[in-house]
């Protein structure tokens, strides 16, 4: 990993994310000049206006966690014991493989993704055997309000990753399974704030069970607990 410590430690596994990461970094323009009418809205801390009817312009976007954001997945995971782990939102794989490490890294268990567009599942598929954590993944292609559905047992740790309208529903879906302690980390609540409002107010209502702060990662990352 560039600048800092990996906690991986794994020469493989960090080798295919540096370059995944890479490739992701080369669409930054790409998104900077997609988002640039918006700017106004950034500043003014509002977040970027989300159009779930103009969602093509992602389809071969990787849009992955970040560097840090992988670190401390990696880390929640090792920390919880976490043997199941639903991740909704795969696209190239990026998260997956820094939760499938941890997965493997625990002894036992899987990463439940899920991916709507079936090119980036072909993609992620072989970022995941490149990587050698095959047997750490589920992949499922297909829409999450579907592809979640059957579930078997208790979830440890929930990355919330998908689109934004979304994710509510999906939460709902998943909340019965996801167990005491169990953690629900969802990206971009800052950068699109204004569609993850109802998500993230769903998960400060104390009635709900979880309890949910903000880190000052990617500008907005929520980590909640399910407490009870
Ligand atoms: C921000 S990206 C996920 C990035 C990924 N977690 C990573 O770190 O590499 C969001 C992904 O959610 C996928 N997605 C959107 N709606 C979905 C749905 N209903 N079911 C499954 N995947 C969906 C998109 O195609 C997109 O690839």
Redesign the pocket.
């Known amino acids: 990993m560039r600048h800092q410590n990996n906690v991986l430690r794994d020469p493989k596994v960090e080798a295919v994310l540096e370059r995944l990461h890479h490739t992701a970094d080369r669409q930054a323009l790409k998104l900077f000049l997609h988002y640039l009418p918006q700017l106004p809205r950034l500043f003014l801390g509002q977040g970027i206006h989300w159009n779930p009817d103009r969602t093509h312009f992602?389809r071969d976007k990787?849009?992955?966690?970040e560097r840090e954001q992988g670190q401390l997945l990696y880390l929640l995971a090792r920390a919880i014991n976490a043997q199941t782990i639903v991740?909704?939102?795969?696209?190239?794989?990026?998260?997956t493989l820094y939760l499938a490490t941890a997965i493997r890294d625990n002894g036992q268990g899987k990463v439940i993704g899920?991916?709507?567009?079936p090119e980036?599942v072909i993609q992620a598929r072989q970022h995941i055997v490149e990587a050698g954590l095959t047997e750490f993944v589920d992949l499922r292609e297909?829409?999450?309000?579907k592809t979640l559905q059957d579930i078997d047992g208790s979830i440890d740790l929930v990355?919330m990753?998908?689109?934004p309208h979304?994710a509510l529903d999906i939460l709902r879906l998943l909340h019965p399974q996801i167990r005491q302690g169990g953690l629900v980390i969802s990206?971009n609540v800052g950068t699109f704030k204004t569609a993850l409002n109802s998500y993230v107010e769903f998960l400060r209502t104390p009635s709900h069970g979880y309890r949910s702060a903000t880190l000052p990662l990617k500008g907005g990352t929520e980590l909640s607990i399910k407490a009870g």
């Not at 297909?142 to 309000?145: E, I, K, Q, R, T």
């Open positions: 992602y990787y849009i992955p966690i991740e909704f939102g795969s696209s190239y794989g990026v998260s899920t991916e709507i567009v980036k297909g829409d999450a309000l990355l990753d998908g689109y979304l990206d």
